[in-house]
């Protein structure tokens, strides 16, 4: 089994469009009270997202998603959500989880990949919920519509995996199980918090 199917199987495992929160804001079921606490909430691991680019030395990737970190914010305005950091557990362990595997090269490609590799798929599905179900305007989709066609950095860094020596290629693909184990979690808490009570 080469290294790309492994870790499209450990992906596969905690696939986030099978998650109830997401098939709930598909069927437009999810309450706006329950994104809103979404966009605060996440926009916690999204913020992390530039110090895994930055360890890699992609300082232009890092760049952009600085910006995209900002059209998160414009995501969260427009459902009128308060801004704020991570209070749930699942969301604060996910942030934490994000920063320690971005700390070095080899766990923050497998950390990265777990998310880049499902952002098109995730961000498409997310974009149709919201025009077909929910109130938002076009600056609280552009997050989504930018990721829904982007496949290129997850293509790059499986470039970068496939080049490492073994050892490091076993190093991403743990990190690629807990950051993914991490975002499922993650939905848990705000789904649980949310939808639950």
């Given at each position: 089994m080469d290294r790309t199917q492994e870790l499209n199987e450990i992906?596969?495992?905690?696939?986030?469009l099978k998650h109830p929160f997401y098939q709930a804001w598909s069927a437009g079921t999810l309450p706006v009270e329950a994104l809103?606490?979404?966009a605060r909430e996440y926009g916690a691991f999204i913020k992390t997202l530039p110090q895994g680019w930055l360890t890699l030395n992609d300082a232009e990737t890092a760049h952009e998603e600085k910006e995209h970190a900002e059209l998160w914010q414009d995501f969260g305005k427009s459902l009128g959500a308060s801004e704020g950091s991570a209070e749930i557990a699942q969301t604060v362990s996910l942030a934490q989880t994000a920063k320690a595997l971005f700390a070095i090269p080899a766990s923050a490609l497998g950390a990265l990949y777990a998310f880049?590799?499902?952002?098109?798929?995730?961000a498409k599905s997310k974009l149709d919920g919201l025009r077909?179900?929910?109130?938002?305007?076009?600056?609280g989709e552009k997050y989504f519509a930018a990721h829904s066609v982007n496949w290129r950095e997850s293509e790059k860094i499986l470039a970068q995996i496939n080049a490492l020596p073994f050892n490091e290629q076993e190093q991403t693909l743990e990190a690629c199980a807990k950051m993914s184990e991490a975002l499922w979690n993650g939905l848990t808490g705000i789904y649980e918090k949310t939808c639950q009570n």
């Amino acid at each position: 089994m080469d290294r790309t199917q492994e870790l499209n199987e450990i992906v596969e495992k905690w696939n986030l469009l099978k998650h109830p929160f997401y098939q709930a804001w598909s069927a437009g079921t999810l309450p706006v009270e329950a994104l809103q606490v979404y966009a605060r909430e996440y926009g916690a691991f999204i913020k992390t997202l530039p110090q895994g680019w930055l360890t890699l030395n992609d300082a232009e990737t890092a760049h952009e998603e600085k910006e995209h970190a900002e059209l998160w914010q414009d995501f969260g305005k427009s459902l009128g959500a308060s801004e704020g950091s991570a209070e749930i557990a699942q969301t604060v362990s996910l942030a934490q989880t994000a920063k320690a595997l971005f700390a070095i090269p080899a766990s923050a490609l497998g950390a990265l990949y777990a998310f880049e590799v499902q952002q098109p798929a995730t961000a498409k599905s997310k974009l149709d919920g919201l025009r077909k179900w929910y109130n938002v305007d076009d600056a609280g989709e552009k997050y989504f519509a930018a990721h829904s066609v982007n496949w290129r950095e997850s293509e790059k860094i499986l470039a970068q995996i496939n080049a490492l020596p073994f050892n490091e290629q076993e190093q991403t693909l743990e990190a690629c199980a807990k950051m993914s184990e991490a975002l499922w979690n993650g939905l848990t808490g705000i789904y649980e918090k949310t939808c639950q009570n």
